[in-house]
């Protein structure tokens, strides 16, 4: 081998093995780092985790203007994708539920409403959360929400905002005709006659009369109020039959023929009957918690005029006050169950509560909060509402809950649009959901 051919090859191998080395720390380099990337939390990476967030509109603008903004600045690694639905919350369920079937959901938190609990869990799209929560966490919700997250023992369901069935009246109205606030079926079908008369009002009295969940959530308190029942969740015995149930629907009936409620009734959801009512046309509205807030805005004409009722019964009865609710579980095809329970913590605490309560009038799920000086200051009606929510009136909490509210929405709404007799409509309906109910 000639000396030249050997120095050359000598300076060369150096240089070439210099180099390999290095070209071998950049792959380990870049391997290393592809590996920490996808260990490490995505909440720690660049780019946020998204959370999505389906829930009706009404609800999404109080969301988005105050929780999610202090949430995602506490927590800049997770954003919460909020998705305004429907505002009925049956046709809500519908887009959960299809969503569900269809198999990976697109939704990462779950705003539930309290009667959904029972079919989501015993579906198998939820995450349990029973273990998250100790027993004295758990004490400081309202005992019937957090009930209403349960399914056989398990929890899958944090109490957001409660929510109930209440009765507003103008109060300035009933103040200058010399009426106490109505306490039976007869006092509010005869303030409503007198107002109406003296040309104070155009109409009595506002419910929740189209076919949909809302007009269940109305009904079962009337019926309450008459004795009856629809559904015992322990036994499974179906009430709709009953006379009781009868007397629910001609009162309703009533309300509409004596002119009392618009014939229009029939087709109103919540926001229909608030718009009304806010605008000084009627003396009575059945509707829920976060009305007041907007009837008291200072661009309302029944500003400061209003006061609230537990729900009429008939003499002798109980009045029925409609448990509501909203709050969160954890859809179990998430692919970030950790930042969603972190999203959970923050919404459920007191802290995100007590702001969102302020803003929106909503209902607290914590106890605490119904004395809370800041907000008694603000809703003076609140701890009276706290009494109201201890009677109130549960809807079955049962896995065939939607088929049941579904069958007794069609054959309510026929009975109080005149397509059937009351008697003939609500022997259907029993036969129906006790055949559902496997009871027949
Ligand atoms: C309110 C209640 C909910 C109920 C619904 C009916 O949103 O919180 O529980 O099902 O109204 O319209």
């Known amino acids: 081998m000639n000396y030249r051919l050997l120095k050359n090859l000598f300076s060369v191998v150096p240089t070439r093995f210099k180099q390999l080395q290095l070209s071998a720390i950049v792959i380990l380099l870049a391997i290393l780092l592809s590996v920490f990337t996808k260990w490490i939390s995505p909440a720690q990476t660049a780019k946020p985790v998204v959370l999505n967030l389906l829930m009706t509109a009404p609800d999404a603008q109080p969301w988005k203007e105050g929780l999610v903004k202090r949430f995602e600045e506490k927590n800049p690694g997770i954003r919460i994708n909020i998705i305004e639905g429907p505002n009925a919350t049956n046709l809500l369920e519908d887009l959960y539920t299809s969503a569900?079937?269809?198999?990976?959901?697109?939704?990462?938190?779950?705003?539930?409403?309290?009667?959904?609990?029972?079919k989501f869990a015993a579906a198998?799209?939820?995450?349990?959360?029973?273990?998250?929560?100790?027993?004295?966490?758990?004490?400081?919700?309202?005992?019937?929400?957090?009930?209403?997250?349960?399914?056989?023992?398990?929890l899958y369901r944090i109490p957001m905002r409660s929510d109930v069935g209440i009765l507003y009246y103008r109060k300035?109205?009933?103040?200058?005709?010399?009426?106490?606030?109505?306490?039976?079926?007869?006092?509010?079908?005869?303030?409503?006659?007198?107002?109406?008369?003296?040309?104070?009002?155009?109409?009595?009295?506002?419910?929740?009369?189209?076919?949909?969940?809302?007009?269940?959530?109305?009904?079962?308190?009337?019926?309450?109020?008459?004795?009856?029942?629809?559904?015992?969740?322990?036994?499974?015995?179906?009430?709709?039959?009953?006379?009781?149930?009868?007397?629910?629907?001609?009162?309703?009936?009533?309300?509409?023929?004596?002119?009392?409620s618009p014939p229009g009734v029939t087709t109103y959801q919540e926001e229909e009957t608030r718009r009304i009512f806010q605008s000084g046309q009627a003396a009575f509205l059945r509707s829920w918690p976060y009305v007041w807030?907007?009837?008291?805005?200072?661009?309302?004409?029944?500003?400061?005029?209003?006061?609230?009722?537990?729900?009429?019964?008939?003499?002798?009865?109980?009045?029925?006050?409609?448990?509501g609710g909203w709050g969160l579980g954890i859809s179990k095809s998430t692919r970030y169950p950790q930042e969603a329970w972190k999203a959970i913590q923050y919404f459920t605490s007191e802290e995100a509560q007590r702001q969102f309560v302020?803003?929106?009038?909503?209902?607290?799920?914590?106890?605490?909060?119904?004395?809370?000086?800041?907000?008694?200051?603000?809703?003076?009606?609140?701890?009276?509402?706290?009494?109201?929510?201890?009677?109130?009136v549960l809807r079955p909490p049962i896995a065939q809950y939607a088929q049941a509210s579904d069958i007794l929405q069609r054959y309510l709404s026929a009975a109080l649009t005149n397509r059937l007799s009351g008697e003939k409509a609500m022997k259907q309906a029993a036969q129906e959901t006790r055949r559902l109910l496997g009871k027949s």
């Open 100 to 118: 569900f079937i269809l198999g990976d959901s697109p939704y990462d938190l779950v705003n539930m409403d309290v009667i959904w609990t029972p």
């Open 124 to 154: 198998g799209w939820l995450m349990d959360l029973t273990d998250r929560m100790t027993a004295k966490e758990l004490a400081a919700f309202s005992s019937w929400d957090v009930e209403g997250g349960r399914y056989e023992g398990r």
């Open 172 to 260: 300035d109205l009933l103040e200058e005709g010399g009426f106490a606030p109505p306490k039976t079926f007869a006092d509010l079908i005869a303030i409503s006659q007198s107002l109406k008369q003296q040309n104070k009002v155009n109409w009595g009295y506002l419910w929740q009369g189209r076919q949909y969940e809302g007009l269940v959530a109305m009904f079962v308190e009337v019926l309450h109020g008459f004795g009856g029942f629809w559904i015992d969740p322990k036994t499974l015995e179906v009430g709709l039959d009953r006379p009781e149930t009868l007397e629910a629907i001609a009162f309703l009936k009533q309300t509409m023929q004596a002119g009392i």
């Open 293 to 323: 807030p907007l009837a008291n805005a200072p661009d309302s004409p029944i500003q400061g005029k209003i006061a609230i009722e537990p729900m009429v019964s008939a003499s002798g009865e109980n009045g029925g006050a409609c448990l």
């Open 358 to 392: 302020l803003k929106a009038g909503f209902v607290p799920s914590r106890r605490s909060l119904f004395t809370d000086p800041q907000i008694v200051a603000k809703y003076p009606h609140y701890p009276q509402l706290l009494k109201v929510l201890e009677k109130a």
